[in-house]
């Protein structure tokens, strides 16, 4: 199951080429501001971090009388940090960063397009850059809409339908119109 990635790996290192040492890089950079984004509107990580704290101090106080008396001060303190934490998770002024709803619109837009453009260039053998500069030339146009389109009440229509949608319609007209230029 793993093999291929081992092979990958193996190519990387025995057939070295900036082409695949970029594309690793890529991913991983990818991957962390992804995880930072997500951590920054759902702080699950931070907050399970503190239900994890708020049990553990629930069970500090179940244990019997004299080991409980021991902790009491010092459980009062954690009590008070974890309600702090809690309160400034809560009004929000804990998140590293925050994406106007307009900018993360654009850019759930522009995500199919980037992925699009991520396996053709992994495809082409010949890195062909005017088909990379035509599909950026599709994905702005249609990334700025999906931008400035109202937001709805239900946000998956902002962030997933018309994303998919705009770009499955758009690659399928153009190879329609390509099939019909081509005799």
């Known amino acids: 199951m793993l093999a291929p990635v081992f092979e990958f790996f193996d190519k990387l290192i025995e057939q070295f080429s900036w ?73 929000n002024s804990a998140t590293a960063f925050d994406i106007h709803p307009t900018a993360l619109k654009g850019m759930a837009a522009f995500t199919p397009w980037l992925f699009l453009i991520a396996v053709f260039l992994m495809a082409s053998p010949t890195r062909n850059i005017q088909s990379v500069l035509g599909m950026l030339l599709l994905a702005i146009p249609f990334s700025l809409i999906g931008a400035y389109i109202p937001t709805f009440q239900y946000s998956w229509i902002n962030y997933w339908v ?22």
């Open 19 to 91: 082409r695949r040492l970029l594309f690793i890089v890529a991913i991983f950079f990818i991957f962390g501001v992804c995880i930072i984004i997500y951590e920054s509107y759902t702080g699950h990580f931070r907050l399970s971090r503190l239900g994890e704290t708020i049990d553990l101090l629930h069970k500090v106080q179940s244990l019997p009388v004299p080991i409980a008396k021991n902790a009491q001060g010092e459980s009062v303190k954690i009590l008070e940090s974890v309600l702090q934490e809690l309160e400034e998770f809560s009004t």
């Open 162 to 183: 018309y994303p998919v949608v705009h770009c499955v319609l758009l690659v399928w007209f153009v190879l329609l119109w390509n099939k019909r230029k081509k005799p």
